[in-house]
């Protein structure tokens, strides 16, 4: 049975992934930054072998936005040295890649959908060194692998801005949600299901990037009124605007996904954003 390693397996989408990966005939080794330090080459190394890896999901990553602003060393470590590491060693041992890349790898200028090969410009940390990490494993190009750059990712595990949102809408009768900022949400559970549906027919000679997120088009504004709508909760959202609301790292005014690649390549459908956040929701036993 092949074997699968899934890094980052104690995130939103690491555990999505688990909790999906028994209908799947793969032997699978979900791993945290506690079980398999990445940014340390010998020991994945050490790893890969002795668990003779054949597939790779990339899942792990620095993603506090704001943090790594600050925190540069740790944020390249993860993001950008581990990619390089886990590149070398796909190439060297003609292992799959799936590697989950970011939308905050563009400015968000843009005036229409992101495709593929729209030209990277990430403004922050964050941004900046999940695109070296794209750049380090486009450069070493191991067969058979692929990025997928994805957005605005939640889930039912961890900590997401559904999550927020719906702990917040409990708590308070008004909140200020941003609504100068568009793109998609991601439910993990979609995506984690297209990774494993795809797996199998990955087969290419150079590194291909692709783009996942939920199908339609909102603002975080459009994104909180639905979660309150949904979960009948009382609490009024107004719309602010993003300077209204400074952080230390700079997101993204528009981060829309053009996914017509991933589509017409592995034949997959992918659902709206509406009807995914409402299973999440019934996950979470807050659907009403």
Not at 134 to 146: R, T, V
Not at 184 to 207: G, H, S
Request: net charge neutral; charged share 25%.
């Amino acid at each position: 049975m092949p074997k699968v390693l899934i890094t980052g397996g104690d995130g939103q989408l690491g555990n999505e992934l688990q909790a999906l990966s028994g209908g799947y005939n793969y032997t699978f080794f979900f791993t945290s930054r506690d079980t398999l330090d990445i940014s340390d080459e010998a020991n994945l190394r050490d790893y890969i072998q002795t668990h003779q890896i054949d597939s790779i999901i990339n899942c792990a990553a620095y993603t506090a936005v704001d943090k790594a602003e600050e925190d540069v060393k740790n944020a390249d470590k993860i993001n950008h040295l581990a990619v390089q590491y886990l590149a070398e060693i796909s190439k060297e041992k003609n292992i799959k890649l799936i590697h989950i890349s970011t939308d905050y790898v563009f400015d968000g200028k843009n005036f229409k959908p992101y495709t593929e090969e729209d030209p990277t410009d990430p403004k922050g940390v964050y941004g900046k060194t999940k695109c070296e990490g794209e750049k380090a494993l486009l450069a070493i190009n191991p067969a058979n692998s692929i990025i997928i750059r994805t957005s605005w990712v939640y889930s039912s595990f961890g900590a997401n801005f559904v999550k927020t949102m719906l702990r917040l809408g409990k708590e308070k009768e008004s909140l200020g949600v941003i609504f100068d900022q568009v793109g998609t949400p991601t439910y993990a559970k979609d995506l984690a299901k297209t990774i494993l549906d795809i797996l199998p027919k990955i087969k290419n000679e150079c590194v291909e990037i692709y783009h996942y997120s939920n199908e339609g088009v909102l603002s975080w504004y459009d994104f909180a009124k639905e979660i309150m709508r949904m979960a009948k909760l009382s609490c009024t959202i107004n719309p602010i605007e993003t300077k209204e609301y400074p952080t230390p790292a700079t997101r993204p005014h528009y981060s829309l996904l053009n996914k017509l690649k991933i589509k017409r390549d592995f034949g997959i459908i992918i659902p709206y954003w509406k009807d995914s956040l409402d299973v999440c929701l019934k996950t979470l036993g807050e659907r009403k």
